[in-house]
């Protein structure tokens, strides 16, 4: 029978002669100063755990939070190796101890120093996380008990003939790993009732050497985290085109879901803005809707031209779709909403095929539905300049090969449009609604009297903000419709 340990050291405090006070006394609040000089902020350093022996901790004040125990492998020490794992866990709400030791009767005397009541603000039962030879004694220490589970990175041929220790388990082990065969710690892992092995492309055997190609266990070790927690998630890395991380922010609502989701396409002219820029007023929106978010950072012009955009924005849905089980969202109830230049890309995507990135809903406000019309009515510097970084060498077929207007068809999903009368896009949306009408797509379109570009530009004034309602209930007849068919 295994006794947890947080129980036995209860007792043995309440039943020693000097009582539960004196328990209490030697669980104190750390007065260590946060370390300026480390790498990262926040970080309280060379904790003495037991005499001689040290952890660097990250564990701000206030609520309690989940912990993380860190054990590093053969080499280095508490600052080496698993470095990276730091602001991930950060990230994640987490607060994490890197401990140094000697022995396992170290790291059970650093993981009783951490949980003495009152020491540090975090939730009981942490989680063990290692790396190489520190996997086998994270699965050796969380057989005695009193841990929430185990995470391994290229575990040492130890690890193999570990005892079940009855809690969940994953192990990240590269496929390329020459040092330790992947195949003896997979067999082991699938005679365990609730491990769970992830194996990486080409990984070697030393995680912190995998390279960008490799990285989306950092996403999968992220999303553990965060498991079963709603709210915001910050910076998910969707996708790595050249090695570039491109992220998105993610909010998902309370409750039993699935969920249906909107994807967010910022503006800015192809050239600027972020995930959090110009489409603040209708994340709170969707949020108080129940609807789960994801708002996400592309790359911009001049840097790469607008095919990139909209792959970018294609890799998004995709990775939405792919990963809906995590998200707790419906991936037959997705809508893609984009304003001014994220509304040109929304309307191209949801018009053309996408393999893996099907929507079933499109929303764009004051969107550029048109080029063509920049090289002649509407022609001027700024057009001009405008289509040189977004395309680079271009005729009239390029431009016609990037509007929306030119491959409108009947079989697109519902289209909702938001305009504004005084916006100078009013003119190129009321034909690209009127090419909706003629394919026969399912639409309706909201017109904001007087309402200049910008959404952001809407606010405090209600006659124009009364699209909010607007936008909601068309979502809602839209998407949690098609996710019942």
Known sequence: MRLDRTFLLFCVACFLPWGAAAAQASCSAIQTNVSAGYFLNGVQTDIEYKSGQHLDAHAPPGARRPAAVLIHGSSGDKSTHITQLFPLLANAGYAWFSVDYRSSADLEAAAAFIECPGRFAIEQHPLLIGEDTGVSLALGLADRGGFRGVIGFGAAKTAAAARDPGVPIVLFHGDADTDVDPKLIEKACGTWKKCRFESIPKGIHNFENWHPAQWEWREEFTAILRSERPGLWKDVVYSRPDGMPLTMDANLPEGTGPFPAVIVVHGGGWEAGDKVTYVSPVLLLLSRAHF??????????????????????????????????????????????????????????????????????????????????????????????????????????????????????????????????????????????????????????????????????????????????????????????????
């Open 292 to 485: 789960a978010w994801f708002s996400i950072d592309y790359r911009l012009t001049p840097y790469v031209r607008n095919d990139s955009q909209l792959e970018d924005l294609r890799n998004a849905i995709r990775y939405v779709r792919a990963h809906a089980k995590r998200f707790n969202i419906q991936p037959a109830a997705i809508a893609i909403l984009g304003e001014s230049a994220g509304g040109q890309m929304v309307s191209q995507v949801a018009s053309e095929p996408c393999t893996g990135c099907e929507v079933q809903a499109v929303v764009s406000f004051y969107g550029v539905y048109d080029f063509v019309p920049w090289t002649g009515e509407q022609k001027s510097k700024d057009t001009l300049e405008t289509l040189d970084r977004m395309f680079g060498t271009w005729n009239i077929e390029t431009l016609r090969r990037y509007s929306p207007i030119s491959h409108v068809h009947s079989g697109m999903p519902p289209v909702l449009m938001l305009q504004g009368t005084a916006d100078e896009l009013y003119k190129g949306s009321l034909a690209y609604e009127k090419r909706l009408k003629q394919e026969g797509v399912p639409h309706e379109f909201i017109l904001l009297d007087h309402a200049p570009h910008g959404m952001e530009n809407w606010a405090g004034h209600p006659e124009w903000e009364a699209y909010k309602p607007k936008l909601i209930a068309w979502l809602n007849r839209t998407l949690r419709t098609s996710a019942t068919r």
